[in-house]
């Protein structure tokens, strides 16, 4: 295996995560006893570019089709985030009437629907038929492709280059990210400007997020490598942001290298500084991540095992892929946890990959009192602890399983 994007042949292994079903395969009932597909599940740092990366063992097109099941407007924390984007960039690049703004992974339209209501043109391109049929139901005009060069060349073509192109989680899970870098280059007008939000390898590191790595994530970002990829495309990083979305999150912004117009400001300098600080330009840093996973595994399975001795419940909440990452790579079944619990109806009645939880709806939750509640998805932590406050009635708890298994 070579770099993505250098090319250097890729020997060191960040960490082995071990054989996986894809994370957003879920089951049902009807399949419960026919044959899974595992995939190796194997990181590698390249020692070039330090651009983490796993092999497209799990083929995008068999990932994002027409059953995918991540909505992204279930998440309330996440429409808000996306309304303050909206407002945040309206004012900043003076969008209007006669702006153009195209998402790529626009998803649900979750958060094109906030430039339709202040009536900035859109164009949300998703592969995904089923996510892009609701945002077109919601007034978003969706394109259902995946977006690289040859796309943005057709849009060139017709006039729909963007003032502003936005993509949010989705630079991670494009395979060939050099074409796909190349693509935004050509979809930008002159002046036109790209921002990218995508969870932050520093905070993956620093904070053991060693669940949010699944197949559907090819790639692990800093901020030093990001900007070569850019750079290489002929796009210049001007500005960064910091976000607490997905446990930790930057927000970038480009521009074409030509264009001037926008001067690269002094949050670049100390965002490659700090990245120089903690090591994260050296091989070094890479080194001990597969222990401490390790050390959550054992440890969710002393508690997990510790509370069935107990006679005490557990269930979860949130049937995310880094929770299929993380009970798979556990090794944890039905045995251990009841139930997973998960607002998505595209997600009830139907089963985890490989370990066979049932998800189910909350009213599962209100009936059956579990002791404890194990929140997957940690990063909606506050969300989902205030969204199921009720719990307390009947003595249940919280756990958080990253960075390391705690009780609330």
């Known amino acids: 295996m070579t770099c993505r994007f250098c090319h250097t042949p890729l020997s060191h292994v960040f ?7 894809a994370s957003n395969s879920f089951l049902t009932a009807g399949q419960l006893n026919e044959p899974e597909t595992f995939y190796p599940l194997k990181v590698f740092t390249c020692p070039t570019c330090f651009l983490v990366q796993v092999d497209e063992y799990k083929k995008s097109d068999a990932i994002f089709d027409s059953d995918y099941v991540y909505f992204s407007s279930f998440s309330t924390s996440w429409l808000a985030h996306s309304k303050r984007y909206v407002e945040a960039m309206t004012a900043r690049f003076g969008l209007n009437e006669e702006s153009q ?6 998803n649900d339209g979750y958060l094109l629907q906030y430039f339709v209501e202040k009536g900035v043109p859109v164009l949300g391109i998703e592969p995904t038929a089923n996510t892009a049929a609701a945002a077109i139901v919601k007034g978003v005009p969706s394109i259902t492709r ?14 729909q280059q963007a003032d502003l192109l936005l993509g949010n989680n989705v630079l991670a899970h494009v395979p060939d990210i050099v074409d796909f870098v190349a693509g935004m280059a050509l979809a930008i007008k002159p002046t036109g400007v790209v921002t990218m939000e995508f969870p932050h390898l520093l905070q993956l590191v620093e ?6 790595i699944y197949h559907e994530h090819f790639s692990y970002l800093s901020f030093t490598t990001v900007r070569q990829i850019f750079a ?15 446990g930790g999150s930057l927000r970038i912004f480009a521009r074409h ?25 050296t091989m070094a840093y890479y080194e001990g991540f597969q222990q401490r996973a390790l050390t959550v595994k054992l440890d969710l399975l002393d508690f997990l095992s510790s509370q ?52 189910v709806t909350e009213a599962v939750l209100k009936a059956r009192q579990p002791d404890f509640v194990l929140i ?7 969300e989902i602890t205030k969204q199921l406050a009720y719990i307390q009635e009947w003595g249940g708890q919280f756990v958080v399983p990253i960075p390391e298994v705690r009780v609330l």
């Open 15 to 21: 960490i082995d995560l071990f054989n996986s079903p």
């Open 101 to 106: 703004v195209i998402e790529v992974a626009s």
């Open 146 to 159: 995946f977006f690289g060069t040859e796309l943005a060349r057709e849009l060139a073509a017709d006039g």
């Open 207 to 212: 904070n053991n997020q060693f669940d949010t």
């Open 232 to 246: 290489a495309q002929g796009l210049t990083l001007f500005d960064v942001e910091e976000l607490p979305t997905h």
């Open 257 to 281: 290298t030509a264009d001037e117009s926008k001067p690269v400001l002094p949050a670049v300098d100390a965002m490659l500084q700090k990245e120089a600080d903690t090591g994260l330009t």
């Open 308 to 359: 069935k001795r107990a006679g005490k419940t557990v269930a979860a909440y949130g049937a995310a892929a880094k929770g299929n990452t993380l009970l798979n790579y556990c090794g944890i079944k039905s045995d251990l946890i009841d139930f997973v619990v998960d607002a998505n109806p595209a997600k009830q009645d139907k089963f985890m990959p490989a370990s066979h939880i049932p998800v």
């Open 376 to 382: 997957l998805p940690w990063n909606l932590r506050d």
